[in-house]
């Protein structure tokens, strides 16, 4: 194979450095250098996956892909359902997915051994990279890694990048116009312009429009998310992401101004006169965008890859896990421990990297790497601050992480939008800060309280006329006018806003409830067995 920044050939036994999330190497003499990781590198893999897309325009390589696709997509019209058949056909007729190699012997090899040289068939088809297993029989099976779309029309196996890379030559062929979208976290895809707007579509997957499905229902830490197109190049990332300042603070390899003149630079060499400029537009306002909804396919994890597989990258999700209960009375709703018989009508949905968990002997969620979206009944959800008898919020909870300076930055139990809703929030050291909205308008009231080191009881109630929040037996109070309470049409969510994404609070839950009662400190959730608290 290739260092990716000189081009020279890495020899077989030669010391190389290689990326965790991607397929980038260097040798040593560039992995010294202060370039490595900024803008040159950027430049290099734009340009190869630049050049790597410029087959979905040669009509030779279409007329390939036209002569393996059904003669009823050709005959269809070039509309969503026609895409969505066309994804369904080639995720369970046409394409297979491999974990691992088969050996000669018919097995599948069972350890990955590393890279070896790719030969010089390797190389006609593009595989610059070669991994090698080794079986129980004792022989070593090759696992070429094929970019040559038309190849791979034979082949028709791989992983991601062989899915995404012959689909988008196959949807370019029938006639739709794609694009191959590359995330730098290790994973590839296909854009589709329908409806005047461009589509995430996942030929893995056969997902369609679900683009929150990787950073919510796979769990995925995204960064550098690129669409490559014959004729364009676009940093497409906002696109893929509900927390777009957490996924600035991870895009660490080039400034952001470099990046932006990287990309401009690569675009240009290949952009038409008819490049669309309002999807720049698009972009910039998904990264302000509140996110109102997600749906059951973004929630859904990754379900392509053996579970071994998959785990390994933590792109699991939920799938798998049995669904969390959410306990439902007339009167209220609420998690009330692991341990809880699951008699109820509801369910939870896991988002992210959230996990039922105990700690130190506390059965709990573990909200540290993700939040949790409660789907519970209207008759409760969307009713508990328009109660005439009042509502109460309260939670048992604990973190080590740091927290934000500000308090509206660490959301605990929420069902709060643009100048709607409530919400229960922590201090950065110690207490908590309860939101109602009435008349339009946010009131909230604050109380000091232990450091959040240990199990700590926080609860806020309103009762029509004041807003009050109690911290482990601490009060805090404040009068409220009359005026019309304002509802927020949207889920109530433990450990994250459901409007801004971004705010989110790592944190484990031992248990909380939403009353439709103002409750006293003498019905509150009992502390959790065996803490000490």
Same mark, same amino acid.
């Given at each position: 194979?290739?260092?990716?920044?000189?081009?020279?050939?890495?020899v077989e036994?030669?010391?190389a450095f290689?990326?965790r $999330?991607?397929?980038?190497?260097?040798c040593?003499?560039c992995?010294e250098?202060?370039?490595?990781g900024k803008?040159d590198?950027?430049?290099?893999r @734009?340009?190869?996956y &630049?050049? $790597?897309?410029?087959?979905?325009?040669d009509?030779?390589k279409?007329?390939?892909?036209?002569s393996v696709i059904p003669?009823i997509f050709?005959e269809?019209t070039h509309n969503?359902?026609?895409?969505?058949?066309?994804l369904?056909?080639?995720? &369970?007729s046409?394409?297979?997915?491999t974990?691992?190699?088969t050996?000669?012997?018919?097995?599948?090899?069972?350890k990955?051994?590393?890279?070896?040289?790719?030969?010089a068939?390797?190389?006609?088809?593009?595989?610059?990279?070669v991994?090698?297993?080794?079986?129980?029989c004792g022989?070593?099976a090759?696992?070429?890694?094929?970019?040559?779309?038309?190849?791979?029309?034979?082949t028709?196996?791989?992983?991601c990048?062989?899915?995404?890379n012959?689909?988008? @030559?196959?949807?370019?062929a029938?006639g739709f116009? =794609?694009r191959l =979208?590359?995330?730098? !976290?290790d #994973?590839v895809?296909t854009?589709?312009? @329908?409806?005047g707007r461009?589509?995430h579509?996942?030929p893995?997957e056969?997902?369609f429009?679900?683009?929150? !499905?990787?950073? =919510?229902g796979?769990g995925?830490k995204?960064?550098?998310?690129?669409?490559?197109?014959?004729?364009?190049?676009i940093d497409?990332?906002p696109r893929?992401?509900?927390?777009?300042?957490k996924?600035?603070q991870r895009?660490?390899l080039?400034?952001?101004?470099r990046?932006?003149?990287?990309v401009a630079?690569?675009?240009?060499?290949v952009?038409?006169?008819s490049?669309?400029?309002e999807?720049?537009?698009?972009?910039e306002g998904?990264k302000?965008?509140?996110?109102?909804?997600?749906?059951s396919?973004?929630?859904?994890?990754?379900i392509?890859?053996?579970?071994e597989?998959?785990?390994?990258?933590?792109?699991?999700? /939920?799938?798998?896990?049995?669904?969390l209960?959410?306990?439902?009375s007339p009167?209220?709703?609420?998690?009330?421990?692991?341990s !809880?018989s699951?008699d109820?009508?509801?369910?939870?949905?896991?988002?992210?990297?959230?996990?039922?968990?105990?700690?130190?002997?506390v059965?709990?969620?573990?909200?540290?790497e993700?939040?949790?979206?409660?789907?519970?009944p209207d008759?409760?959800?969307?009713d508990?601050l328009?109660?005439?008898?009042?509502? /109460?919020?309260?939670?048992?909870?604990?973190?080590s992480?740091?927290?934000?300076?500000?308090a509206h930055m660490n959301?605990?139990?929420s069902?709060?939008?643009?100048?709607?809703?409530?919400?229960?929030?922590l $201090?950065?050291?110690?207490?908590?800060?309860?939101?109602?909205?009435?008349g339009g308008? #946010?009131?909230?009231?604050?109380?000091?309280?232990p450091?959040?080191d240990?199990?700590? #009881?926080?609860a806020?109630t309103f009762?029509?006329s004041s807003?009050?929040?109690l =911290?482990?037996? $601490?009060?805090g109070e404040?009068q409220v006018?009359n005026g019309e309470?304002?509802?927020f049409?949207?889920?109530?969510?433990?450990?994250?806003?459901?409007?801004w994404?971004?705010r989110?609070?790592?944190?484990?839950v031992?248990?909380?409830?939403v009353?439709?009662?103002?409750?006293?400190?003498?019905?509150?959730?009992?502390k959790? #067995?065996?803490?000490?608290?």
């Open positions: 194979w290739t260092c990716d920044l000189c081009s020279e050939k890495i036994g030669e010391t290689g990326c $999330q991607c397929d980038f190497d260097a040593p003499t992995f250098k202060d370039d490595v803008g590198t950027f430049r290099k @734009l340009r190869r &630049s050049r $790597q897309v410029r087959v979905y325009a009509p030779a279409q007329k390939c892909a036209l003669q050709l269809s969503e359902d026609c895409y969505v058949e066309l369904r056909w080639f995720k &369970s046409f394409f297979t997915w974990d691992k190699p050996c000669s012997c018919g097995s599948k090899a069972g990955k051994q590393g890279m070896v040289q790719p030969s068939d390797d190389l006609c088809y593009g595989a610059n990279r991994e090698s297993w080794k079986c129980e022989e070593l090759r696992f070429p890694r094929y970019s040559d779309p038309v190849h791979l029309l034979e028709r196996h791989g992983r990048g062989e899915w995404a012959c689909f988008t @030559l196959c949807a370019a029938v116009e =794609v =979208v590359v995330d730098w !976290t #994973h895809w854009e589709v312009f @329908l409806g461009w589509v579509s996942d893995c056969a997902c429009d679900a683009p929150l !499905t990787y950073e =919510v796979w995925k995204l960064t550098y998310v690129i669409a490559f197109s014959p004729t364009e190049v497409v990332t893929y992401t509900g927390s777009w300042m996924v600035l895009r660490n080039v400034s952001e101004e990046l932006a003149l990287v630079e690569v675009d240009n060499a952009r038409l006169p490049w669309r400029e999807e720049m537009t698009v972009l998904r302000s965008a509140v996110v109102l909804q997600v749906s396919a973004e929630r859904c994890g990754r392509t890859g053996s579970l597989w998959r785990q390994a990258r933590g792109e699991v999700g /939920t799938l798998g896990q049995a669904p209960s959410i306990q439902t009167l209220a709703f609420g998690f009330l421990g692991v !809880t699951s109820s009508t509801s369910v939870a949905q896991l988002l992210g990297g959230a996990t039922l968990a105990s700690f130190h002997g059965e709990c969620l573990d909200l540290t993700g939040a949790l979206e409660a789907d519970v008759a409760v959800a969307c508990a328009q109660s005439p008898a009042g509502f /109460t919020v309260e939670v048992w909870v604990m973190t992480a740091p927290l934000h300076r500000d959301p605990i139990v069902k709060h939008g643009p100048s709607t809703g409530w919400e229960l929030r $201090q950065r050291d110690g207490g908590a800060v309860f939101l109602v909205t009435v308008q #946010h009131f909230e009231v604050a109380c000091a309280g450091p959040w240990s199990w700590v #009881h926080v806020g009762d029509g807003v009050r929040v =911290v482990a037996g $601490q009060t404040q006018p309470r304002s509802s049409d949207g889920p109530v969510c433990v450990g994250v806003n459901p409007a994404r971004d989110t609070t790592s944190c484990r031992h248990a909380f409830r009353a439709l009662a103002v409750l006293t400190e003498r019905t509150f959730l009992s959790p #067995h065996g803490a000490g608290v």
